[in-house]
């Protein structure tokens, strides 16, 4: 194989395709870690620095300023679904990836950089803001950029447990935001943080950013992208009449991400609070069960990764919001009874959890062809997530306050019940998604088809 020569993504025959499809596996997989920890740490440093950048006449009006930065991320998400997407869709795979990085970068380093509110006045939480608004349009498309990728690139027999393995990213970019604030309070302590050390957590996010960016600058293009290209005669189809024909696949998008993120805020950051509203355990114990729940996350991804390579994608998705849905209201009616251990019930959740999340990634890409992949699998997706991932813990909480507490594990039983239902509008097919070397590439790279 020379330089100039394409090589056929999906195979992985050889040492020269293996060493390649582990290239592209981390160049997927990085943009994951750093856009969790991107994410995460604003969230859990916000207490921090909101005193230094944020105007309000008390602690707690500066706080819910800075957490409105942190909402308006979530708003702008199907927004960088589709401008981000649609330049993946046209410019190539690579040039998404790196676009997203970039952003998500310069985003952190900007909120490390500002001056506060005392030096600049408005411009500080402004400063901040537009940082937020960048890296929220990145995130929106991050994932699908990363999971159009992975489709095409990762082997045949592999494809589901890299998909897996890139999504996994999420989980360990999350711990690694609580292990940079540890290390910060262990360094400079709470005052130390509070004054300025903050200001470290976001040069470490820059710098993770970029050392992804030159990750993914080296890694190659995918072939089924070039090929489809080439095909279109390097001219990229209007998006929305495709998506049009394609709405029912991309409800089945929308229904699977609902699930999925009502269950992950709800046990991530909602589940301390209603441990402790229903006396099964303090908001300290709670959290400290969320460490065992993140490695069975894992464990049940990389499980359902291999499993969903083996027996197809659909049985394990399944099997995961089957078990969420009707499962995981007798584990925290029990929780709350006393019979069932917290760390049990965190455990469980988080890795039945893990099963459709492991899939769901891929899956919903080769539903799609890919002229409009990125948009079509980002769209849908940032829409669930804004619409029930950022309004999770606000609706938690007026749940509690109007004395209804113990509503709030339906919703995600329910979200996962209509994902569950979802799934039964698609078909699955062992149809390759990429073609061998010297075949012309058609459009039959979908592995599902709207019944």
Same mark, same amino acid.
């Given at each position: 194989?020379?330089?100039?020569?394409?090589?056929?993504?999906?195979?992985?025959?050889?040492?020269?395709? %293996? $060493?390649?499809?582990?290239?592209?596996?981390?160049?997927?997989?990085?943009?994951?870690?750093?856009? %969790?920890?991107?994410?995460?740490?604003?969230?859990?440093?916000?207490?921090? *620095?909101?005193?230094?950048?944020?105007?309000?006449?008390?602690?707690?009006?500066?706080?819910?300023?800075?957490?409105?930065?942190? +909402?308006?991320?979530?708003?702008?998400?199907?927004?960088?679904?589709?401008?981000?997407? $649609?330049?993946?869709?046209? $410019?190539?795979?690579?040039?998404?990836?790196?676009?997203?990085?970039?952003?998500?970068?310069?985003?952190?380093?900007?909120? +490390?950089?500002?001056?506060?509110?005392?030096?600049?006045?408005?411009?500080?939480?402004?400063?901040?803001?537009?940082?937020?608004?960048?890296?929220?349009?990145?995130?929106?498309?991050?994932?699908?950029?990363? +999971?159009?990728?992975?489709?095409?690139?990762?082997?045949? =027999?592999?494809?589901? /447990?890299?998909?897996? @393995?890139?999504?996994?990213?999420?989980?360990?970019?999350?711990?690694?935001?609580? @292990?940079?604030?540890?290390?910060?309070?262990?360094?400079?302590?709470?005052?130390?943080?509070?004054?300025?050390?903050? $200001?470290?957590?976001?040069?470490?996010?820059?710098?993770?950013?970029?050392?992804?960016?030159?990750?993914?600058?080296?890694?190659?293009?995918?072939?089924?992208?070039?090929? =489809?290209?080439?095909?279109? &005669?390097?001219?990229?189809? !209007?998006?929305?009449?495709?998506?049009?024909?394609?709405?029912?696949?991309?409800?089945?998008?929308?229904?699977?991400?609902?699930?999925? #993120?009502?269950? *992950?805020?709800?046990?991530?950051?909602?589940?301390?609070?209603?441990?402790?509203?229903?006396?099964?355990?303090?908001?300290?114990?709670?959290?400290?069960?969320?460490? =065992?729940?993140?490695?069975?996350?894992?464990?049940?991804?990389?499980?359902? &990764?291999?499993?969903?390579?083996? *027996?197809?994608?659909?049985?394990?998705?399944?099997? &995961? /919001?089957?078990?969420?849905?009707?499962? =995981?209201?007798?584990?925290?009616?029990?929780?709350?009874?006393?019979?069932?251990?917290?760390?049990?019930? #965190?455990?469980?959740?988080?890795?039945?959890?893990?099963?459709?999340?492991?899939?769901?990634?891929?899956?919903?890409?080769?539903?799609?062809?890919?002229?409009?992949?990125?948009?079509?699998?980002?769209?849908?997706?940032?829409?669930?997530?804004?619409?029930?991932?950022?309004?999770?813990?606000?609706?938690?909480?007026?749940? !509690?306050?109007?004395?209804?507490?113990?509503?709030?594990?339906?919703?995600?039983?329910?979200?996962?019940?209509?994902?569950?239902?979802?799934?039964?509008?698609?078909?699955?097919?062992?149809?390759?998604? #990429?073609?061998?070397?010297?075949?012309?590439?058609?459009?039959?790279?979908?592995?599902?088809?709207?019944?």
């Amino acid at each position: 194989m020379t330089a100039t020569e394409p090589r056929a993504a999906g195979t992985d025959t050889g040492a020269e395709p %293996a $060493r390649h499809s582990r290239r592209e596996l981390a160049a997927a997989s990085v943009g994951s870690v750093v856009e %969790a920890y991107d994410w995460t740490v604003y969230g859990i440093l916000a207490p921090y *620095f909101a005193e230094q950048l944020f105007p309000g006449s008390s602690p707690t009006a500066k706080l819910i300023a800075a957490y409105l930065g942190f +909402a308006l991320g979530f708003l702008v998400r199907p927004l960088g679904s589709v401008l981000i997407g $649609r330049l993946t869709d046209t $410019r190539g795979r690579r040039y998404g990836l790196t676009l997203t990085v970039g952003l998500i970068a310069a985003g952190s380093l900007l909120v +490390a950089v500002v001056p506060g509110y005392a030096t600049i006045g408005l411009a500080a939480p402004l400063l901040v803001v537009a940082a937020r608004l960048v890296q929220g349009l990145s995130v929106g498309a991050e994932n699908p950029t990363a +999971a159009a990728y992975v489709t095409e690139t990762a082997p045949e =027999s592999r494809r589901y /447990f890299y998909s897996a @393995v890139s999504y996994g990213g999420v989980v360990l970019g999350s711990a690694l935001s609580f @292990v940079v604030l540890t290390v910060l309070l262990g360094v400079f302590g709470e005052a130390g943080v509070e004054g300025g050390a903050w $200001r470290w957590a976001f040069v470490f996010g820059a710098l993770l950013g970029l050392t992804a960016l030159w990750i993914r600058r080296g890694a190659a293009e995918s072939e089924v992208f070039t090929a =489809s290209s080439r095909k279109a &005669g390097g001219t990229a189809p !209007r998006p929305w009449p495709v998506l049009r024909a394609h709405l029912g696949r991309l409800t089945v998008v929308f229904a699977i991400t609902s699930g999925a #993120t009502t269950v *992950f805020y709800f046990v991530t950051v909602d589940f301390p609070a209603y441990a402790e509203g229903t006396g099964a355990a303090s908001k300290a114990e709670a959290s400290g069960a969320l460490l =065992s729940g993140m490695v069975a996350l894992l464990v049940g991804m990389l499980a359902a &990764g291999r499993a969903a390579d083996r *027996f197809g994608a659909l049985p394990v998705l399944r099997t &995961g /919001f089957a078990g969420l849905a009707f499962g =995981s209201l007798p584990l925290l009616y029990g929780m709350a009874a006393g019979r069932v251990p917290v760390v049990l019930v #965190t455990v469980a959740l988080l890795f039945l959890l893990g099963l459709p999340l492991a899939v769901s990634n891929v899956f919903a890409g080769r539903l799609f062809p890919p002229a409009v992949r990125a948009v079509a699998v980002g769209l849908p997706a940032a829409l669930a997530i804004s619409l029930f991932g950022g309004t999770f813990p606000m609706l938690a909480e007026l749940l !509690r306050s109007a004395g209804h507490g113990h509503w709030v594990p339906w919703w995600p039983a329910l979200a996962c019940a209509g994902a569950l239902l979802a799934s039964w509008g698609v078909d699955e097919h062992p149809v390759p998604v #990429t073609p061998h070397p010297g075949e012309e590439h058609h459009d039959v790279d979908a592995n599902a088809a709207v019944r």
